[in-house]
């Protein structure tokens, strides 16, 4: 179905988006730091649950636009680089802030994976970046349900290990948690993801 060059250049890319503090990341530190590692395990249980229905409602999406739209489907993988680009000028910006909350209380795992799976689908840029990301590995020629499944699943498995590896950092080792490390991180990532999108959007014209 994929060709190793697409996995390796899809796995890269999913490394260097998860690997980036977002509101995700920040949800996933401060309840961390809050509570210990086992709290933000949790909450990446619940954020990776989101993701795995998002990636179902693109998945069901594109195969429909596909079928029926194909003529717009090179327009998508287009937009989707400009996203990208546009993902990673972001990135260069951010300040790398964390949430560093105090020590608190426990509260039931699964309250805190349900915080997670709604902190994410609250956020709408989420479904929208996996409508213009993953299209960007499709293949038209084959059915694209069972692609966007298998990328989604990739995706998710190299997110659940970066976010994984948050909480464990910020409830066993938080001084590691530097802001201005995390801004060196957005910068370097950020650089490499505009320079992913526009290399995409030549490919789309040769």
Do not use: E
Request: positive net charge; charged residues 10%.
């Amino acid at each position: 179905m994929f060709d190793v060059t697409t996995l390796i250049a899809f796995s890269t890319a999913c490394f260097i988006l998860a690997i980036v503090p977002g509101p995700n990341v920040t949800v996933i530190t401060g309840q961390a730091l809050a509570r210990g590692t086992l709290a933000g395990l949790a909450v990446v249980a619940g954020t990776q649950l989101g993701v795995f229905l998002m990636i179902l409602v693109v998945a069901f999406g594109m195969q429909t636009l596909v079928a029926f739209m194909g003529w717009a489907f090179d327009w998508i993988k287009l937009v989707g680089a400009a996203y990208l680009v546009w993902l990673g000028f972001n990135m260069l910006r951010a300040t790398g802030k964390l949430d560093t909350a105090k020590a608190v209380k426990p509260k039931p795992l699964w309250r805190l994976a349900l915080q997670g799976m709604l902190v994410l689908w609250s956020n709408p840029k989420a479904l929208i970046f996996f409508g213009a990301f993953i299209p960007q590995f499709v293949d038209t020629g084959h059915p694209a349900f069972p692609q966007v499944v298998v990328l989604g699943l990739i995706f998710m498995l190299i997110a659940t290990i970066t976010d994984g590896a948050y909480a464990v950092l910020a409830g066993s080792a938080r001084h590691l948690l530097t802001a201005v490390r995390v801004k060196w991180l957005n910068r370097i990532s950020g650089a490499i993801l505009m320079a992913g999108g526009v290399w995409l959007a030549l490919a789309r014209r040769s």
